[in-house]
């Protein structure tokens, strides 16, 4: 019982401190993302990624950058999903890889290097036999 009160005390007590040092701020932040900034920087722009899964499995869908597996989104069996590309992604000489993972599922699927200039979105028909799966850019 004695460890229940002392606990309590010092949550009541750490909550107040954090209550008492917030302050507002003087003036709001620039926003972000702006279609001028966008334009300012076209190769900045986030890429869309749009997957026909024809496939019965969920698919969990990575960005190949660098030999590293960036996580994207998910694309439900059996549906069309729309995923973005973050900005901020490495893809060296505008080259994307995509591949998707089937959960419980054992072989992945890749696409091949694809040359994604700025402004243009990924399309993606993953079949249900890995062997009709195809990848485009524009």
């Not at 899964?53 to 597996?69: A, E, H, K, P, V």
């Amino acid at each position: 019982m004695w460890t229940v009160r002392v606990g309590l005390v010092g949550l009541v007590a750490l909550s107040a401190a954090c209550g008492a040092s917030r302050s507002s701020p003087a003036s709001p932040a620039p926003k972000r993302g702006t279609a001028s900034a966008e334009a300012a920087e076209p190769g900045r722009s986030k890429t869309r990624v749009e997957i026909d899964n024809q496939n019965f499995s969920d698919m969990n869908i990575y960005l190949i950058d660098q030999g590293t597996r960036v996580l994207l989104g998910s694309a439900t069996g059996l549906s069309k999903t729309t995923l973005l590309i973050p900005a901020g992604a490495g893809r060296s000489n505008w080259q994307v890889r995509l591949l998707a993972d089937p959960i419980g599922g054992t072989s992945p699927i890749r696409t091949p290097a694809l040359l994604v200039a700025p402004g243009q979105s990924v399309y993606w028909t993953i079949g249900s036999d890995p062997a009709n799966s195809f990848a485009s850019a524009g």
